[in-house]
T-cell receptor, first 111, second 115 residues
Framework: QQQVKQSPQSLIVQKGGIPIINCAYE??????FPWYQQFPGKGPALLIA?????SEKKEGRFTISFNKSAKQFSLHIMDSQPGDSATYFC??????????FGKGTRLHILP | KAGVTQTPRYLIKTRGQQVTLSCSPI?????VSWYQQTPGQGLQFLFE???????NKGNFPGRFSGRQFSNSRSEMNVSTLELGDSALYLC??????????????FGPGTRLTVL
């Protein structure tokens, strides 16, 4: 019930394509869903986050789609660039007291 | 503004030893959280400190402990090291407690290797 399942583990996309990373959760008590981006040798950085009362949130080229009934959320990267190559983590938080991360997706954008 | 700093960046220890890692948050941030990152388990929350008090704790054994000082700097200690403790230990700071609903800023991590 505390897990966040993330897929795929790795993804290769041509430049300009739209990589999509999916996450699923079980516990309906989760109320905050952030995505983090991590480059090699660096700590994760918050990319974008959403709450369950919103079905979509867009920030620049990054969009989160949220399906509350299916308990799923996904990250879309529009017009992907080689500089977007990184590991992406979804996460779910419960009332600010606990955070659970997905296992991560290693994304590679081909030039 | 300086980011989150962690020292040391790399550490090699042997089984049974103990280790202390340090984290200096962004100036003005009062919340510090610690995470363990391994290839197998991914990113896992260890604990959060706010105003020198442990506010939350993840599912780790008592060998993992921490503290926060009045200047918000934090230390994490692992006693009786095991091989499985080899990991990247990340610290993150934020302005407020309940960390995850506010922007957290991560440090670069301390890479601990246990031999």
């Amino acid at each position: 019930q505390q897990q966040v399942k993330q897929s795929p583990q790795s993804l290769i996309v041509q430049k300009g394509g739209i990589p999509i990373i999916n996450c699923a959760y079980e516990n309906t008590a989760f109320d905050y869903f952030p995505w983090y981006q991590q480059f090699p040798g660096k700590g994760p950085a918050l990319l974008i986050a959403i709450r369950p009362d919103v079905s979509e949130k867009k920030e620049g080229r990054f969009t989160i789609s949220f399906n509350k009934s299916a308990k799923q959320f996904s990250l879309h990267i529009m017009d992907s660039q080689p500089g977007d190559s990184a590991t992406y983590f979804c996460a779910a938080s419960m009332q600010g007291d606990k955070i659970i991360f997905g296992k991560g997706t290693r994304l590679h954008i081909l030039p | 503004k300086a980011g989150v700093t962690q020292t040391p960046r790399y550490l090699i220890k042997t089984r049974g030893q103990q280790v202390t890692l340090s984290c200096s948050p962004i100036s003005g941030h009062r919340s510090v959280s610690w995470y363990q990152q391994t290839p197998g388990q991914g990113l896992q929350f260890l604990f959060e400190y706010f105003s020198e008090t442990q506010r939350n704790k993840g599912n780790f054994p008592g060998r993992f402990s921490g503290r926060q000082f009045s200047n918000s700097r934090s230390e994490m200690n692992v006693s009786t090291l095991e091989l499985g403790d080899s990991a990247l230990y990340l610290c993150a700071s934020s302005l407020y407690a309940g960390t995850f609903t506010d922007t957290q800023y991560f440090g670069p991590g301390t890479r601990l290797t246990v031999l």
